[in-house]
């Protein structure tokens, strides 16, 4: 692997490999953090480049070190799932093949909990010093293998995963990632006549940037020669597409996408991406019919670029608000039903269901069909419920799963937090204030905490105490604002304290959320002082009604 600066990511890399690898050769391109230390004390064997603007000299440097009969090629912000270990072991014992695909997952955050798109790269091969890569930015070294030993030779082996966490936006925004990329491209495009791959690399980092109308620019320019059998192009189709659709230009995406479907008509991701412009064009018994067909088809093939879950729980979750729009809201609870069954770990199903059926069919038959169809059988699951139904200021609700939390033996800020929440909403303030007082400062709850301790004071009267709390324990913060606002409307002051009048900056949905919790104290008294600022904000009254008539108070 070829590094720089890569200290937060390499030890979770080389720990990945330790079972696998003989020998690890690390190149470092001029690190300034630990990352040499880190490889070393990880035993790493390393070398030095210096930097040319060049990742495929680079590789080849890397190379040229190498004693093995395979060569396994990892990043140090990738990371080789483990149980995926004794298949790729038997990959390297086959005779007839030279190189193989094997299956990168890009993940949307550093954690791997939230998986983007699999595509496949070449990243083992035979230790051959013929086979080197070519290419300043996304390097290949698939037509020297070629070359020397035939397309045949490299295989396909997507069941070999590697986790990529490059394009996680904290490592994106953290490196400057685009702008490398950009200026390696452009030194590229300066160096030798461009090719429809060089096109579609830039239009990839532009479409990255969010600068839709120059990708598209360079993507029409890639189609201009391409091949359509060549690996990158289904996903320039697919960045394409979301081009358009992104730029409003629905029916020019529809109509690329049913083309592009002749070519590739076993592409799933292809149809879901159609569905989705349908919806954005309201045309929705013709979206529905794409998620149902993405449904059918199942996942896409290995050999094209795919979103994981386009054949279940995108589908579903596309399903369900397609049917909510349609105000079929029966059918949209069972599509986020299955999108729930399909992805036991997301809860945002969950929160769909609860938001729709509270909506139009009251606490009670929420509850009954909670309790029917799903099994919460974890502390996190429970805990997770609770919080959702404090969102609709159910107490009650969220005290019932609050305690089959706790009888899973779970405890901890997260639990206290929402415990007192719930006791505070439902009016048992001296058992709100115990587990309230609980939370930690240093926790990530502390703030939401400090929130609810102020409302818990107001509601008891003691304005001193809370105006305390807010100035002194409380870190400057958008919630700061806000609750100084709500302190002075409280004391009556003519201008509620800190209240930024015609600037946006101030958080009115924060505001109106503390509003709607004293409606559900049923606390009149707060609610008719806090609602002083509706003169500096003309939308806080119909947003005010709302809330009321949420909470069943009409009148």
Known sequence: MIVKNEANNL???????????????????????????IAGRHGAEIFYFSWNDSFSDARNHSLAFARGQWILVMDADDELVQEDIPKL?????????????????????????????????????????????????????????????????????????????????????????????????????????PDSFLYYNLGVEYFRLGDYAKALEYFDQAEADIRWEAAFAPSLVRKKADCLAFMDRNREAIQYLEKALDLYPDYTDLVYRLGLVYMGNHDLLRAVQCFHKC????ESPPHYPHEEGINSYLAYQALGNAYEMMLERDRAVSAFRCQLISKPTDLQPVANIIRLLLAEKGLDATLSYLDTWFD?????????????FLLHYCPTAALKFLDRAVNLGTTGDYCHALKGEALLLA???KEALAELEAVAPESPYYSR?????????????????????????????????????????????SLPLSLPVGESTFNLSLYLNLLEKCICLRNWDLVKKLSSVAENFPELSPALGKALYRQGCPN
């Open 89 to 193: 072991k038997e990959l390297m014992s086959t005779e007839t093949a030279e190189a193989y695909f094997l299956q990168t997952i890009n993940s949307n955050d550093l954690h791997g909990c939230h998986r983007g798109t699999c595509h496949l790269t070449l990243r083992l091969f035979r230790n051959r010093p013929e086979y080197r890569y070519i290419g300043r930015i996304h390097e290949s070294i698939i037509p020297s293998i070629v070359e020397h030993a035939g397309q045949k030779a490299i295989k396909v082996a997507p069941e070999v995963r590697i986790i990529h966490y490059g394009y996680a936006k904290q490592e994106v925004e953290q490196k400057n990632k685009i702008w490398r990329n950009l200026s390696l491209l452009n030194k590229e495009l300066e160096s030798r006549p």
């Open 295 to 298: 449904l059918n088809m199942g």
């Open 376 to 388: 919460f059988s974890t502390p996190a699951a429970n805990l997770g419920v609770s919080d959702l």
């Open 427 to 429: 009016g048992r303030y």
């Open 11 to 37: 030890p979770r890399c080389l720990e990945s490999i330790a079972e696998i690898a003989q020998q690890i050769v690390v190149v470092d391109t001029g690190s300034t953090d630990d990352t040499v230390d």
């Open 449 to 493: 905490t400090l929130r609810n301790r102020c409302l818990l004071l107001w509601a008891s009267g003691c304005y001193d105490e809370a105006r305390s709390l807010i100035e002194h324990l409380w870190s400057p913060e958008p919630a700061r604002d806000v609750y100084l606002a709500a302190q002075g409307a409280l004391e009556g002051s």
